[in-house]
């Protein structure tokens, strides 16, 4: 078991656990929270509990060109029951991520800590949301950050039947046609799976990684979608 210090850095992923937890303590800043994630590393821990830093193998992720629409989505698609902004409403989203109600789960792991850390790199343009819109209310969305070309998805809500799908459908439509390489899902849900997401080793994870590491932010676009 790894226990971070003040120094800002982290034990390769590949020291995980089979579980993939990595490291243990640490905080939550600016810095370190954009080293793990261009490490490959993410937090995930419950309230009460010490950070938790995780780095799983095998990874799931969606390449944004390979998302599946059903045919049954499709017509909801073409009939407009939805519409779809991007940062209207960051906070929202987040809050909603953290309080709406999903099947087998009885609580959230989006402590007060974190949702504060969310909405900080927001601020600085690394973390976006993206909103589903009925009728004029908010009844899904999704947010996460966007590092060079990959996203690397947090957490989702859904009020309605479909919200929080087309959210994540919108969002690798647009991703795809900024030639993003992958959006991150970190763990397996049958939610996920089912609109095209995949498992692949860490390894092959890492290797995205550090290709990543080269390629321009793209931050500056998200408003205007």
Request: hydrophobic residues 40%.
């Amino acid at each position: 078991m790894y226990w971070l210090t003040s120094e800002l850095s982290f034990p390769h992923p590949q020291n995980a656990s089979s579980e993939g937890l990595l490291a243990v303590g640490g905080d939550l800043s600016v810095e370190r929270l954009l080293i793990a994630y261009k490490s490959g590393i993410f937090p995930w821990y419950n309230k009460d509990e010490p950070i938790l830093w995780w780095s799983p193998d095998p990874r799931f992720i969606l390449i944004p060109s390979e998302i599946k629409i059903s045919k049954s989505m499709r017509q909801i698609i073409r009939r407009k029951h939805f519409n779809v902004t991007f940062n209207q409403c960051f906070e929202k989203i987040i809050i909603n991520c953290s309080i709406v109600p999903r099947n087998g789960q009885s609580g959230t792991w989006l402590t007060d800590e974190m949702i504060d850390a969310y909405i900080q790199l927001h601020k600085l343009g690394y973390a976006h949301s993206v909103e589903t819109w009925q009728d004029g209310q908010l009844v899904g969305g999704l947010y996460g950050l966007s590092i060079g070309k990959c996203f690397f998805g947090e957490s989702m809500f859904s009020k309605v039947s479909n919200a929080s799908k087309m959210s994540l459908i919108h969002l690798a439509k647009t991703l795809n046609d900024w030639n993003f390489s992958l959006i991150d899902c970190q763990a397996h849900t049958k939610h996920l799976a089912s609109l095209g997401a995949k498992f692949i080793s860490r390894v092959k994870f890492l290797n995205y990684m550090q290709i990543n590491k080269s390629e321009p932010a793209i931050n500056n676009c998200w408003d205007s979608v």
